[in-house]
Structure formats: structure tokens, C-alpha cells
């Protein structure tokens, strides 16, 4: 009888457990063991978080289940927003006590567009590993285990170490994100907070972080604009006690008089581009038009930029067939033209305005030139015109067609990763350097709701904005936060928290498993060398092909693979939950994983 393990039952860990499933064609007996101290659903989506905590993926576009699966006939297979409809009611009913009539009303009143509670996907996960005990074929067990892997002994077999010893065959990691060692600097931040009594909160998910710290009137320092600190709005207002009141459409917050202010900034100095309103049924994703697989099949190392520049037409092709769609101009003339030839004589030559035509630079770094006098006013004028931009829908609306197109063409990226079609260079500085960067700014931001919220907070005057280059140092008893740009201006907090994740770090991650293996020998980092310089992604280093471990020797393991977030860093856009009906990155790893353990 076989034995695999799979280490963390997250979203990553759930697929994997049932693409072992759905893959298995042998008549022997298979024994799947699956290990999450945090429970069914890991720690980020635990389902007694804190509800202010949102998903930033409408219902529709959430899954689990891999469209390429066939399954039989009659076993239910459902994206959240189906199971919220269908299946969800009597799971409730059944499995859930704490908050169950909440969660029984989030299930009734929640529509295919809404953004749900973080928790309330946490129950689609705990159905989705237990649907999977209910169907399992007969030659096939599951066992779960609420338990913390501390080690494993790899040699013929594995010796998984838990509260007991399990022999398997196969280990699959799938551990999810884990806290870092502090950084010289984070630890000094630290020790100046316990010395003078204040709060240091350094990276961490937000929705495992106390508050009770935070007095009524005292102001907070929030280091970083991103989805974690869109977090940490909500569940800052939450803690003061003040509501959000929408008054003919128009969001105001409403104080309760334990209100300190929040003071913001970031480098760059704005928050993420909020999420545009979702017109699309799940499988209606963008399309390439000029990267076909066929064009990408023709790029060689050293075309990276043409690829990129490519890529960023494909986003620009979409916004002027919104944009241009009621105007005099031959539309299908000009984007025919337009695929082809210089972006600059073809909007010349169809004599498009300059006030209509697409800035990158606008969109990437939209604080860049402004005075920092004027940037309290920038900034509220920032947040409508997104907000206004995200509500014309992904269908409809010009930038918002734009910016989700950008976000849904992952394939063509992807491909090229595995072709080996970019340089070290390349790979390093453009894709990981650059576009991934921009990427993230423009495309993973928060639902529209949270971009509505702040704005109200900052016209009420709780939400301070620094302007860009944002700097915080220790003065006598106190956090100082000020940016570089205008340093006169200073804002005394006695709380400062670092709004964002811990990035992933093969050299200073916490998580106790990953670091017994390392001690042990069996993982090593993953080096992109440059130009005679070594530079570690933060990843752990597997084979591309199967994702098994590469170890400090520099030998494959046979029997242990990884994938996910300790891949951050490797592979790109792996903590994003799988959309329904797209042949979705994620599914297509773990079924190379699996492919590689069956073929043994």
C-alpha cells in the first residue's frame, strides 16, 4: 500500500489532496495523510477570524476544483459562489456552531459578485476536504491530522515526525506563508518599543494581530499600502467602534469617538489600485491577442523586452477598444493598425487626443511629480478617480477593462518561464524586478468597498496620507513618521505597525519544519546568478519540471516536492486563489507534481 503526506491543507494543500485523488489509477491501496496544525483550511483562512476580514476575489472567480478533472457523473464539483447556494446551508447546519446564523445568512444574502468574508471561504475549504472523504474510490483513505510536522527523516521512505512518527512514501510540502526572523532594523524597532512601552507590530497577517494595545485617541503609524493595510483599516475601525454610512451612494464614516488618527505612507507613497467591479462570468478571462502560443514559442533569451512590451500592448489594445468605442475614430482600423505597428504614428495618424491615450507612468506611480504640499488634496483625488475607474466594471469601463486584462494574462508569462526563454538577467531584473512589481500595484488590490472606506476615513480626517518615501525613526519616547520629501512635516505615534505579509525567505523564515530540514541538508535556496552575482529569490530550490527538492548537495529528492508560497520567488503568482474554468496555473503544477509521483 502507498503513502503520501501532504504538509499544510491550505488552498494548495486541498488541491493537491485532490488531484492525488482524482489522478490515482491504480488497483492498489493508496493512504493520504494530510497534516495542518491551524486545521482544515490553515491558518490564513481560519474560520474564527475576525469577520472585518475580506477576500479580494469575487465569489465567482474562487475554486478549488480543476476543470480538467473528470470526476464521476453526480459528485458535486462547485465554485464558492455555487457552494454558498447549494451545498453550503446544510454544512453549516451540520458542521458549524460558532457564528452559525451569520454564517447561514452570509450564505443566503451573498451575491456571485461579492467579496466574502476571509472565514466564510475557510467553510467552503472544510466542505471541500470532507466531500473529498465522501466520494473517496474504495482502494483510497484520507486521513487528517490537526497536528505540526516538526521533521522528516528522508531516505528510501520518509519518516514524517508529528506527534507521532508516520512512515509515507512521498511528502508534498504545502506549508503556506510563515514569519520571518526580525531584520536588523525591524528588531531595533522592536527593542526601542519594549524599552519606551509603545507597540511594534512587525510583518504579519493582520487578522492574527491584537489591538487591545491601542488606546482610545492614540494614533497609529501604517507602513506599507497594500492589501495588508487594507486590512488593518477595516479592523482599526472596527476596534474604535465607528461605522461607514452610504448616503445616496456616497460612503461616509461615522466616528465613534475613540477615533486616533491612522498615519499612512508607503515609497511609493498610494494604495493599490482597488479591484474593478466584476462584470464576467467564471471562464470569460481575457484572451491574447498577439501572444498567441505561437508567437511565444518564436521569443529567444534576450527578447525580454519586446516580450513585455508586447504584453503591455495586449492591456493597451483593450482599453482604446473601450475607450474609443463612441468616438468618430475607425475603431477596428485603428486597433488593426495598432497591433502592428508604432503605438506614437498610430494614435498621430487617427488623431486620438492626447487626454484619451494610455500612461503607463500615470498609472504605475501616480504621486510622481506632486508637490508634497499638495499631495493631501492629490491623494482624495486619487482615491475618486479610482473608485470612479473600478466602477465602470471589468467589461464596460476603459481602465477597468484594462487592468483586469493585465491581471487575467498570467499564461503568457508563464510559458516563458518554462520555455527558459528569458535570460538570468532577464528573468531577474524585468520580469521579478520590474513587472512583477508594477503588476501587483495595478492588479492585486483591494475590493472596491475598502477603496470606498478609506476614502471616507481620510475626508474625515482619521486616514493621514505621507507623501512618497516614507521614513520612520525612534525620537526620545516616540515613532517619528515623515517622508523624505517633506521632512518639516511629522506625525508622533506611540504605535507603529508594519501593514504588510512577511515576504518569503529561505534564510529567515520561522516555520519550525522548514527549518529542521534545512539543518538537516535537504533544502537550499534558490540562486539566479547574474553577471558573475548570486542573488537568492527568498525560495526554496526544486526541480522546475516536478517541483521535487533540490537539496544542499545540489541532488534531487525523489520523494519530496514542494510547491506554493515557500515558492514565492520562483514561481510567479502563487498565492492567489484558482479561478474557475481558466486551466488556472496552480492546478497545472500540482497535477506535474503528481504526475511525477505516479510515474515511479
Known sequence: MGRIAVVGTGPYG???LDQLIQNYTKPEKLEILAFDPAGLGGLVWNTKQDD???????????????????????????????????????????HVEENQAEFLRQAATLKRNDCCQRRFYGLYQQWFFLNLQANLPENISLTFYQDQVKDLIVKEQITLIAQEKHLVDQVVLATGHSENELTVTEQ?????????????????????????????????????????FFDYVALLTKHWG????????????????????????????????????????????????????????????????????LLKKEVELVYYEKKLANTSIDINAFLSAYRKEDRKEVLERFEVPVEMRWDWDALVDPGKGVEPENFTAFIQNYMEKDINEAEKG???????????????????????????????????????GNYDSMYGFLTVGPPVLRMKQLAALNKAGIAVFLAPDMEVVCENDRFIAFSKQNEQVKYVAKHLIEARLPTTSYRKTLNPLI??????????????????????????????????????????????????APLAGFDWLNAASPRPKNRDQIFQVANQIVQSIYQK
Open 188 to 228: 531595533q524597532l522592536k527593542v526601542f518599543a519594549e524599552e519606551q512601552q509603545l507597540t511594534y507590530q512587525p510583518p504579519k497577517n493582520p487578522a492574527t494581530v491584537s489591538l487591545d494595545s491601542i488606546l482610545p485617541q492614540e494614533d497609529v503609524i501604517l507602513r506599507g499600502l497594500g492589501l495588508s
Open 52 to 94: 472585518a476580514v475580506l477576500m479580494n476575489s469575487v465569489m465567482e472567480h474562487v475554486t478549488l476544483f480543476s476543470d480538467q478533472l473528470d470526476t464521476e457523473v453526480g459528485i458535486p464539483r462547485p465554485s464558492l459562489y455555487e457552494w454558498s447556494k447549494n451545498q453550503a446551508p446544510d454544512f453549516i447546519k451540520e
Open 14 to 16: 486541498l488541491i493537491m
Open 394 to 432: 471589468n467589461l464596460t469601463g476603459a481602465v477597468a477593462a484594462a487592468l483586469d486584462t493585465m491581471k487575467e494574462l498570467q499564461m503568457p508569462v508563464h510559458k516563458m518561464i518554462e520555455r527558459k526563454a528569458f535570460t538570468s538577467k532577464e528573468y531577474w531584473e524585468e520580469l521579478w
Open 515 to 564: 527549518k529542521a530540514l534545512k539543518n538537516r541538508g535537504y533544502l537550499a535556496p534558490d540562486v539566479v546568478r547574474v553577471e558573475n552575482e548570486n542573488h537568492e529569490s527568498g525560495a526554496l530550490k526544486v526541480e522546475r519540471s516536478t517541483h521535487r527538492i533540490v537539496d544542499q548537495q545540489n541532488h534531487t529528492l525523489n520523494n519530496l516536492y514542494c510547491y506554493g
Open 242 to 309: 465607528g461605522k461607514f454610512v452610504d448616503e445616496a451612494g456616497e460612503l461616509y464614516y461615522q466616528p465613534s469617538g475613540k477615533e486616533g488618527k491612522m498615519i499612512l505612507g508607503s515609497g511609493r507613497g498610494v494604495p493599490y489600485h482597488a479591484r474593478p467591479v466584476n462584470q464576467k462570468l467564471a471562464g470569460e478571462d481575457a484572451q491574447p491577442q498577439i501572444l498567441t502560443n505561437e508567437r511565444i514559442e518564436k521569443f529567444q533569451p534576450g527578447e525580454a523586452t519586446e516580450f513585455f512590451d
